[in-house]
């Protein structure tokens, strides 16, 4: 059994392990009819044929609570789709499938880069953003969850954890982010997790003091889990990064919007285990790499719009420190692995956080000489403004694309 401790910034909801799937799915079912919930999976059409998603659609089509699923199917051709259709035709509840790649949603996109409204780069950032245009459009939810399509140890409980704490009417939470250890083969994983943003976070709170911000997105045990849940309104004003600052793009938008009374953090699983990148270490647009690049450009951006100043020394100075405090946590981990019977490869943890301090300050200098970028996507009330009909739009093509489902 785990601890019960709160942090003190969110409300922190633990697993006790003293109540059932089903007891909990009992509440979830009563709950949907006040707050009717959707779920949104954004897939590469080649997760339909990994060692994950059958088994996930196979525990989904036990869950009775959901009025909704959106499926985001990036990268299918014609041939793929219709495969994906029959695939996820194995689940029970009323689903639907946005294939990105498809005339009709490309014309949406089209429409919307006209006005340089459509994202820029494609990435799971656009998949979700698309998906949750979708649930805005069907009206069918005030409660919507997401989570990955590689997770190999999947079971229907991560979804009524993380769902839960934003479709209890008797709460008062707007979002809800998921947590767990990633363990697998006696393993400790989690490497950007672990090895890169909380010792970041760490290194920037001795340079820069206290700082609300950086508490807040430290007070999260897996801030890049890539799953959470929110209220269906939440979605309408916020700006998502299309690229892989999507996870901390997302804690940051809540936090501005929202008191943190609001937001909470879910434990959702005792061992996650997913599909693994390569660290790719000679090679900054790709595996890990990129990953780490996307995610310390996001933090950067976001201290800067709270009013940090950036130069060269400043860049310096973080990547030494973070490189300090990394080592020291190589060494807690080790330790923690050893006492748990598990196993961690010290060489390449070190690998790892030699090529993150590298990154550090790789994105350091390209965040000075591109202080313009923005991979940001606008928000959904933005879009609607300036296309009063895009809603209905997006509903009908997806609705057609379906027609045969
Ligand atoms: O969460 C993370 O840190 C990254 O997704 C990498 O995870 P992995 O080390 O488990 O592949």
Redesign the pocket.
């Known amino acids: 059994m785990g601890d019960f401790y709160q942090n003190g910034i969110i409300t922190n909801f633990h697993n006790l392990r003293v109540r059932s799937t089903e007891d909990m799915e009992h509440d979830l079912l009563a709950f949907s009819r006040q707050r009717p919930m959707s779920l949104v999976l954004p897939s590469l059409f080649s997760e339909l044929e990994g060692p994950a998603l059958g088994h996930i659609v196979e525990e989904l089509s036990q869950v009775r609570y959901l009025s909704e699923i959106v499926i985001g199917l990036d990268r299918a051709d014609q041939e793929q789709f219709a495969y994906a259709k029959d695939f996820f035709g194995r689940l029970d509840q009323h689903h639907r499938i946005l294939w990105q790649d498809g005339p009709k949603l490309q014309e949406i996109d089209v429409l919307l880069a006209s006005k340089g409204l459509a994202p820029r780069e494609p990435g799971k950032g656009r998949n979700v953003w698309y998906c949750y245009g979708y649930v805005l459009a069907s009206a069918k939810s005030e409660a919507v969850a997401l989570h990955d399509c590689d997770i190999v140890t999947y079971q229907r409980d991560l979804l009524a954890k993380l769902l839960y704490p934003v479709a209890n009417p008797a709460f008062s939470y707007d979002f809800c982010k998921g947590y767990y250890a990633?363990i697998?083969d006696n393993k400790l994983?989690?490497?950007?997790?672990?090895?890169?943003?909380t010792p970041l976070l760490r290194a920037l709170k001795k340079i820069l003091g206290p700082m609300e911000y950086l508490e807040y997105l430290d007070s999260f045990r897996?801030p890049?889990?890539g799953e959470f849940s929110m209220r269906t309104s939440v979605f309408n004003d916020i700006r998502i990064p299309s690229d892989w600052g999507l996870e901390i793009g997302v804690l940051s938008e809540v936090k501005r919007n929202y008191s943190s009374k609001r937001l909470c953090q879910v434990d959702i699983a005792d061992i996650y285990?997913?599909?693994?990148?390569p660290l790719s270490e000679g090679d900054v647009s790709r595996g890990?790499s990129k990953?780490s690049h996307d995610i310390i450009k996001a933090i950067f951006r976001k201290l800067a719009t709270n009013g940090v100043q950036f130069n060269t020394e400043t860049f310096r100075t973080i990547k030494a420190t973070y490189y300090r405090v990394a080592l020291d946590f190589i060494e807690s981990y080790y330790d923690d692995a050893m006492i748990n019977g598990l196993y961690v490869d010290r060489d390449s943890e070190e690998r790892a956080v030699e090529l993150f301090a590298r990154n550090i300050m790789e994105a350091g200098q390209h965040f000075l000489e591109n202080p313009m970028e923005r991979p940001f996507i606008p928000s959904w009330n933005r879009v609607m403004s300036a296309v009063p009909d895009i809603l209905e739009r997006l509903y009908d093509a997806v609705e057609e694309d379906n027609s045969n489902l």
């Open positions: 990633r697998a994983n989690g490497r950007v997790s672990r090895l890169l943003v897996y890049l889990a285990d997913h599909k693994h990148q890990l990953m």
